[in-house]
């Protein structure tokens, strides 16, 4: 699997837009990008996932770079709730390891009123 | 509603104890996962298991010992002989090899006093 990089910590006004950068520069052409975020003492909760296109649900966006080495995550108008570390993971669809979802260090973000 | 449940919440131990953790999950999922996180880290695959009766090591599996009887349930043993068990550890659960669709419980805070 794919290493990710994500930044240790950011910000984030309530209300306004929140831009999770990842790279993945070593990413393979079967290997997608999936984030999770987990709240303070919780279980991980998946987010969205994407593999080349732009994909968007209820929670987020995932906007990918054409050459799908790095990705955002946009959380379009934050929340306190939102207040979370969210990982980056790169992993192939179909795996011979069932097991390996490697989470990284994730980035803090911090939601502020 | 279904979802995995890990019991208890919190869990004190004393040194050269064995204690077991529960998780339990009413999802009909096939895989299970045992998870550790240490403060400010992040998540490392102790164990998994893609069908009853069968588990495999993950990154982290000394000190641990695990059973899968039955499809539902998951329990994951501290031995004594894991030399820094105080840690949160993360029950998770997958459908088939995909690779979204992880759902975790809410974990167990370890306490060795």
């Known amino acids: 699997d794919a290493k990710t990089t994500q930044p240790p910590s950011m910000d984030c006004a309530e209300g306004r837009a929140a831009n999770l950068p990842c790279n993945h520069s070593t990413i393979s052409g079967n290997e997608y990008v999936y984030w999770y975020r987990q709240i303070h003492s919780q279980g991980p909760q998946y987010i969205i996932h994407?593999?080349?296109n732009n994909e968007t649900n209820e929670m987020a966006s995932l906007i990918i770079t054409e050459d799908r080495k790095s990705s955002t995550l946009i959380l379009p108008h934050a929340t306190l709730r939102d207040t979370a570390v969210y990982y980056c993971?790169?992993?192939?669809?179909?795996?011979?390891?069932?097991?390996?979802?490697?989470f990284g260090a994730g980035t803090q973000v911090v939601v502020t009123p | 509603d279904g979802g995995i449940t890990q019991s208890p919440k919190y869990l004190f131990r004393k040194e050269g104890q064995n204690v077991t953790l529960s998780c339990e999950q009413n999802?009909?999922?096939?895989?299970m996962y045992w998870y550790r996180q240490d403060p400010g880290q992040g998540l490392r695959l102790i164990y998994y298991s893609q069908i009853v009766n069968d588990f495999q090591k993950g990154d982290i599996a000394e000190g641990y010992s695990v059973s899968r009887e039955k499809k539902e349930s998951f329990p994951l043993t501290v031995t004594s002989a894991q030399k820094n068990p105080t840690a949160f550890y993360l029950c998770?659960?997958?459908?088939?090899?995909?690779?979204?669709?992880?759902?975790f419980g809410s974990g167990t805070r370890l306490t060795v006093v």
């Open positions: 994407g593999l080349k």
């Open positions: 993971i790169v992993r192939a669809l179909l795996t011979d390891s069932w097991g390996k979802l490697q």
């Open positions: 999802l009909n999922h096939d895989a």
């Open positions: 998770a659960s997958k459908k088939d090899r995909g690779g979204y669709g992880y759902t």
